[in-house]
């Protein structure tokens, strides 16, 4: 089946500028996770949502940062006023549930959109 | 002291050989384990879980778990050119909710 989408796969902005990163989790999967990777860095944790609510948003880097998933399916990270230190690799994961049995709990990770910010 | 930690690499492999890659965490509690393969300019892959004590195998790969020493590894059988690539180890930490802490990967380099 499909695996994670995310768009645009590559974004250039000028610093004062808002971005909008979508992701399209895998059909029937409740959790949806962004992280942020910086170059030879593994992924840091950003947000996470159940379905449409947002139950943790301690990784976001400051208010400028904003993410949603108002139909509990696709979700938008959005960016405001971009600064150069939010040039990374912005990664989507999706997993079936949170709870129950183990292998529910794989996060599977979408393409990735590079955002610079020049 | 970083809650997941990686040696950096590159750790360098004969094609052939095997090759082992080693995670320390520091939550004892923690009780789901994963390793990513993240090639250049991709996204990771999930290639193995691990929750329990001991030795998980999926064809080349073996995953295992040693929760008392808090440290878990992978080891690559007959390694092939196409095994290079950054590995992440990944722990669903016990305090930290739902997310995955990653460590920094380490990166494999296997030579023909």
């Known amino acids: 089946g499909a695996g994670v989408s995310q768009s645009p796969r590559y974004k250039v902005a000028k610093r004062g500028q808002d971005v909008a990163l979508r992701c399209d989790p895998i059909?029937?999967?409740?959790?949806l996770f962004w992280y942020q990777q910086a170059l030879g860095q593994g992924p840091e944790f950003l947000t996470y949502f159940q379905n449409e609510a947002q139950l943790d948003k301690s990784g976001l880097p400051s208010d400028r940062f904003f993410a949603e998933r108002p139909e509990g399916s696709v979700s938008t990270l959005k960016i405001q006023r971009t600064q150069q230190e939010d040039s990374a690799v912005y990664l989507c994961?999706?997993?079936?549930?949170?709870?129950?049995?183990?292998?529910?709990?794989?996060?599977?990770f979408g393409p990735g959109t590079r955002l610079t910010v020049l | 002291q970083k809650e997941v930690e990686q040696n950096s690499g590159p750790l360098s492999v004969p094609e052939g050989a095997i090759a082992s890659l080693n995670c320390t965490y520091s939550d004892r509690g923690s009780q789901s384990f994963f390793w990513y393969r993240q090639y250049s300019g991709k996204s990771p892959e999930l290639i193995m879980s691990?929750?329990?004590?001991g030795d998980k195998e999926d064809g080349r790969f073996t995953a295992q778990l040693n929760k008392a020493s808090q440290y878990v590894s992978l080891l690559i059988r007959d390694s092939q050119p196409s095994d290079s690539a950054t590995y992440l180890c990944a722990v669903k930490l016990r305090d930290a909710g739902n997310m995955l802490t990653f460590g920094g990967g380490t990166r494999l380099m296997v030579k023909p």
């Open positions: 059909s029937g999967h409740v959790s």
């Open positions: 994961a999706s997993s079936f549930t949170i709870s129950g049995g183990n292998r529910y709990n794989e996060q599977f």
């Open positions: 691990i929750y329990s004590n």
